[in-house]
C-alpha cells in the first residue's frame, strides 16, 4: 500500500490559537524558520482548515472561542489530527480552574497529540507533528477497510 | 482520429502533469535555498497531490454544488489544453493549425475565470471577497497581455504561434522594433506572477488575511485539480514565453548540426532548460523577494507601468515595422 505513505511525506497544517500569550505561536512560526525548516519534511502552514490534514491549537480556550474551535475541527476533511501546543491547551496551565476558560481542549475536540512546555521547543512540535502522522495513517486504513 | 492525435491525447497530459509538478518542485527547493533554507525535496508536489486525493471531499452546505465541482475540472481542463498549443521547441504542437495567440489568450483567462466562480460557488465570504479580488486583478493584467500579443500579430502579420516559432522575433527586427519587443517581453515577464496567481500577485489567495481566497471551501479532489492545473499552467506560461521571445535552437546557438533521435532530445532538453531559467526569474525569484501588494496597488502597477511599457513597445514596434 504505497498510497498510504503519502502523509509521512505530505502533512499540511492549520494553525488556531485559543486564547494563547502568543509564546507557543511564535514557537510554531519558529519551526518553519531556516533552523528547523519544517518544509523539508513537507509540512506546511496552510490558511483554511479546508486544506488541512492537522489541527494545530494553542492557549487556554475561553468561552466564546469553545464553539469557534468545534466549527474549525468539524470543517477540517478526513483523515484529521489534532495537536495540542502548550502547557495551557493541555491542562489549563497558568490558568488553571479560571472560570472564563472551558477547561483543557480535550474536552471540546477529540486531541490526538499533547505537546506541554511554557513554551515548548520547535523540536517537540516538529516531533509532536510527526506522532500525528502515525494516527493519520491508521486513520486511512480504517477508512479504506470501511469501503472494501 | 490518427493514431497520432490519440497519442497525443494521451501522452502530453501525462508528460504536462509530470513537468508541471517537478517545475512546482524545483520553484518551492530554491525558493528554500534564497531564504537559506533547505526546503522540500523536487518529488514533493507529487506527494501534496496524492496525499489531496485521500482526503474527503467536502462541498460546504450553502455552495452552489455543480458549479463548486464542476469549476476545478475546467480549470484543469483548460491548462491542459493550453499545453496542446504550445509548441515543444522543434516538436510541432500537437493542435498545430487549430488555433492561435487568441485560443491561448482564452484560456489563460478560462483559468482564472473558473477559480473565480468557483470562489463565488461556495458560497463563503473569504471566497467571495477572493473571487472579487481575482476579477480586479484579471481586468488589470489582461490589457497589457493583449498588447504584447497584438504586437506578435503586428510583427508577423499572423497570430499562429506554428509561424512565430519558425522565425526567432530578434532575428526579423529593426533596431528601434527590437527595443520594442524588448519592453513587451518586460511587461510579459511581470505579467507572469499575476497570471499564475503567485506573490507579489497572489492577493486572491492570501493565506494569511483571506483565507487562501477562492480557494478557501475546496479540499481534497477538487483541491487537488486547482493544484494540478496552477501547476501545469506555470509550466505552459513559462513555455510560451520562450516560445515567443527566446526561440534560439540549441544548434542555432552553439552551431551544431544533429540530427535524427539527438535532436529531437537535445533540441528538448535545451527548451526544458530554457522554460526552467524563465520559470525561476519570473516566478520564484520575485515570490521568495517580494511581500504581497494591496489589490489596488497591483491594479495601479498593471494599469499605470506595466501598460506604460506595453504600449510603449507596441508603438516602437509599430514604427519599426
Known amino acids: ?148 | 482520429m490518427t493514431p497520432e492525435t490519440i497519442f497525443y491525447a494521451v501522452a502530453f497530459p501525462i508528460l504536462g502533469i509530470f513537468l508541471g509538478l517537478t517545475y512546482k518542485g524545483i520553484d518551492r527547493r530554491i525558493s528554500a535555498r534564497m531564504t537559506s533554507r533547505i526546503g522540500p525535496p523536487i518529488r514533493q508536489p507529487f506527494w501534496d497531490v496524492g496525499k489531496l486525493l485521500l482526503k474527503e471531499t467536502v462541498v460546504p452546505e450553502n455552495a452552489v454544488k455543480w458549479l463548486f465541482n464542476a469549476m476545478p475540472i475546467l480549470a484543469f481542463a483548460s491548462s491542459m489544453t493550453l499545453l496542446l498549443y504550445i509548441p515543444f521547441g522543434v516538436l510541432r504542437a500537437p493542435l498545430e493549425g487549430y488555433g492561435d495567440l487568441i485560443v491561448i489568450l482564452y484560456l489563460l483567462t478560462l483559468q482564472s475565470l473558473a477559480m473565480a466562480v468557483g470562489g463565488f460557488a461556495s458560497g463563503s465570504p473569504f471566497s467571495s471577497v477572493g473571487a472579487q479580488r481575482e476579477m480586479v486583478l484579471m481586468m488589470s493584467y489582461e490589457m497589457p497581455l493583449a498588447t504584447v500579443i497584438v504586437g506578435f500579430a503586428l510583427l508577423y502579420k499572423s497570430f499562429s504561434l506554428t509561424t512565430i516559432a519558425s522565425t526567432p522575433v530578434w532575428t526579423m527586427v529593426s533596431p528601434v522594433a527590437g527595443i520594442g519587443v524588448l519592453l513587451l517581453f518586460v511587461a510579459l515577464l511581470v505579467v507572469t506572477p499575476a497570471e499564475l496567481a503567485k506573490l507579489p500577485f497572489d492577493i486572491a489567495e492570501a493565506e494569511t488575511e483571506i483565507a487562501e481566497g477562492m480557494l478557501a471551501e475546496y479540499s481534497g479532489r477538487n483541491l487537488a485539480l486547482f493544484y494540478l492545473s496552477d501547476a501545469v499552467r506555470g509550466f505552459a506560461m513559462a513555455a510560451l514565453e520562450v516560445v515567443l521571445f527566446i526561440p534560439f535552437t540549441f544548434s542555432y546557438v552553439f552551431g551544431v548540426s544533429l540530427s535524427g533521435t539527438t535532436l529531437y532530445i537535445v533540441e528538448g532538453l535545451w527548451f526544458l532548460f530554457k522554460v526552467l531559467i524563465i520559470y525561476i526569474a519570473a516566478v520564484t525569484v520575485v515570490r521568495t523577494s517580494f511581500g504581497r501588494f494591496r489589490i489596488e496597488q497591483a491594479s495601479r502597477i498593471f494599469w499605470v507601468h506595466v501598460n506604460l511599457i506595453a504600449l510603449l513597445g507596441l508603438a516602437l514596434v509599430w514604427l519599426g515595422v
Open chain 1, 1 to 148: 500500500m504505497g498510497k498510504l505513505t503519502n502523509f509521512k511525506r505530505s502533512l499540511w497544517v492549520f494553525h488556531a490559537s485559543g486564547g494563547s500569550c502568543n509564546g507557543c505561536d511564535i514557537e510554531i512560526i519558529a519551526a518553519l524558520t531556516p533552523r528547523y525548516d519544517a518544509e523539508r519534511f513537507g509540512i506546511k502552514l496552510v490558511g483554511s482548515p479546508r486544506h488541512a490534514d492537522v489541527l494545530l491549537v494553542t492557549g487556554a480556550i475561553p468561552r466564546d472561542f469553545a464553539d469557534k474551535l468545534k466549527r474549525i475541527y468539524e470543517q477540517m476533511p478526513d483523515p484529521k489530527a489534532v495537536i495540542v501546543v502548550g502547557n495551557c491547551g493541555t491542562s489549563g496551565g497558568l490558568f488553571y480552574d479560571s472560570y472564563n476558560l472551558v477547561g483543557p481542549i480535550d474536552e471540546i475536540i477529540p486531541v490526538d497529540v499533547y505537546v506541554p512546555g511554557c513554551p515548548p521547543r520547535p523540536e517537540a512540535i516538529i516531533d509532536a507533528v510527526v506522532k500525528a502522522w502515525l494516527k493519520l495513517e491508521k486513520l486511512e486504513k480504517e477508512l479504506e477497510g470501511k469501503k472494501e
